[in-house]
């Protein structure tokens, strides 16, 4: 079984919609992160998590929000989604400890607003 | 705000052939990371370097940190079509997290 997953794993949604991703992981790990990718620009920091109930915010935070309830949870939410949300996401997880600790990234997930 | 650039963009190459593809910062690193990610799938950790002129191998791939921190190549000697995909460098600060566009990769058996 996969230590980091998605949920969905592709979504089409309309624009003003609120769209809610999450992510989950076996990994016991105490940090989470949220990125996007878009072509040409690469992987972007949304929000990160050090800790349950700890949130921070990442490079381009603007138009999403998180909530960390769990250890093992992690979910971004889009609060009214529009086009250039279109991209896809991913969650990863880090120990806790120096910053250059492995990331492990779940598969992604396929995010269009039309 | 901290830049990285990757070099070139796009990579095609005939197996067996060797390649260098390059990471610049505008800012010293405060810890480099090579990953790689395939299709379909999330990016994964080939190598971290921290100290300058730090030379690491895995295999075929040779990875080299610049003296200053500011630069790093990743040499694949031989490549063959498993090493197809998209190569990012990451720098790993303890409360900033910036990749690279990537160097995407094909290798044409």
């Known amino acids: 079984d996969a230590d980091v997953t998605q949920t969905p794993r592709n979504r089409i949604t309309k624009t003003g919609k609120r769209i809610m991703l999450e992510c989950s992981q076996t990994?016991?790990?105490?940090?989470m992160y949220w990125y996007r990718q878009d072509p040409g620009l690469g992987l972007r920091l949304i929000y990160y998590?050090?800790?349950?109930?700890?949130?921070n915010k990442g490079e381009i935070s603007d138009g999403y929000s998180v909530s960390r309830q769990a250890q093992a949870k992690f979910s971004l939410s889009l609060e009214s989604a529009i086009p250039n949300q279109t991209a896809l996401y991913f969650c990863?997880?880090?120990?806790?400890?120096?910053?250059?600790?492995?990331?492990?990234f779940g598969p992604g997930t396929r995010l269009t607003v039309l | 705000t901290q830049l990285l650039e990757q070099s070139p963009q796009f990579l095609s190459i005939q197996e067996g052939e060797n390649l260098t593809v390059y990471c610049n910062s505008s800012?010293?690193?405060?810890?480099l990371q090579w990953y790689r990610q395939e299709p379909g799938e999330g990016p994964v950790l080939l190598v971290t370097?921290?100290?300058?002129?730090e030379v690491k191998k895995l295999k075929r791939l040779t990875f080299q940190f610049g003296d200053a921190r500011k630069d790093s190549s990743l040499h694949i000697t031989a490549a063959q079509p498993g090493d197809t995909g998209l190569y990012l460098c990451?720098?790993?600060?303890?409360?900033?997290?910036?990749f690279g566009a990537g160097t995407r990769l094909t290798v044409k058996p």
């Open positions: 998590s050090f800790d349950v109930k700890d949130i």
């Open positions: 990863a997880t880090s120990e806790q400890g120096w910053g250059y600790n492995e990331q492990f």
């Open positions: 800012s010293v690193f405060s810890s």
């Open positions: 370097v921290v100290t300058g002129g």
């Open positions: 990451a720098d790993m600060g303890i409360n900033d997290m910036r």
């Open positions: 990994k016991g790990h105490d940090r």
